[in-house]
């Protein structure tokens, strides 16, 4: 099974950057990575997704270095509405079996 | 559009006992997908669908049965409900025809069986 790991939690202050990190050692040359947004009692929303160096959305942008094995979603300037869990997504070689959310990272965002 | 809907929104059920959870889409998406969130920790996949009448299992597929009847609904079933089996079930749909991507999800149904 795919295997991801990210930072259990982080904090951040209004203003600041945020930048969260997966790591997936074991994936594909064609799999895609993948990051959500989940608050409390709600399901999980899309925020980005990327292949391989940048990609830049008008909410974060996802950077992805050329060996694959980690990628970085980046936050700009969070605010409160920001706190929530952060979860990485990867498929390994486009199979259901291999479909793996990551255990999420707590974002807790401070005024 | 509703988007991704499920019924109902909470159950209990008593062990032995069996039910269907029930998810619809409107945004005439190809794959469909059920998972499971336990309390502090992230989803899990029981089964994909890429399209009317396929199915994939996925990570925790044992104790479920699920039935894409058309492209819109994507219907989720314990048999024997056991304790085990508490947990929030999110449906979710994408366009494409693999699993991945862009996944839109429901509100979620909280399931507790005694």
């Known amino acids: 099974l795919a295997k991801t790991t990210q930072p259990i939690s982080m904090d951040s202050y209004e203003g600041q950057e945020v930048n969260i990190t997966c790591s997936h050692n074991?994936?594909?040359?064609?799999?895609?990575i993948t990051w959500y947004q989940q608050f409390p009692s709600q399901g999980p929303r899309f925020i980005i997704q990327?292949?391989?160096t940048k990609v830049t959305n008008e909410v974060a942008s996802l950077f992805i270095p050329a060996d694959r094995k980690s990628s970085t979603l980046s936050l700009p300037r969070v605010s409160l509405s920001d706190t929530a869990v952060y979860y990485c997504?990867?498929?390994?070689?486009?199979?259901?079996?291999?479909?793996?959310f990551g255990s999420g990272t707590q974002l807790t965002v401070l005024p | 559009n509703a988007g991704v809907t499920q019924t109902p929104k909470f159950q209990v059920l008593k062990t032995g006992q069996s039910m269907t959870l029930q998810c619809a889409q409107d945004?005439?998406?190809?794959?469909m997908y059920w998972y499971r969130q336990d309390p502090g920790m992230g989803l899990r996949l029981i089964y994909y669908?890429?399209?009317?009448?396929?199915?994939d299992k996925g990570e925790v597929p044992n104790g479920y049965n699920v039935s894409r009847l058309n492209k819109r609904e994507f219907s989720l079933r314990l048999e024997s409900a056991a304790p085990s089996q508490t947990s929030v079930y999110f449906c979710?749909?994408?366009?494409?025809?693999?699993?991945?991507?862009?996944?839109?999800f429901g509100p979620g149904t909280r399931l507790t069986v005694t």
């Open positions: 074991n994936i594909a040359t064609n799999d895609y």
């Open positions: 979710a749909s994408s366009e494409q025809f693999r699993p991945g991507g862009e996944q839109y």
């Open positions: 669908s890429a399209s009317e009448g396929t199915t």
């Open positions: 945004m005439n998406h190809n794959s």
């Open positions: 997504l990867v498929v390994l070689s486009g199979s259901a079996r291999q479909l793996t």
């Open positions: 990327g292949y391989k």
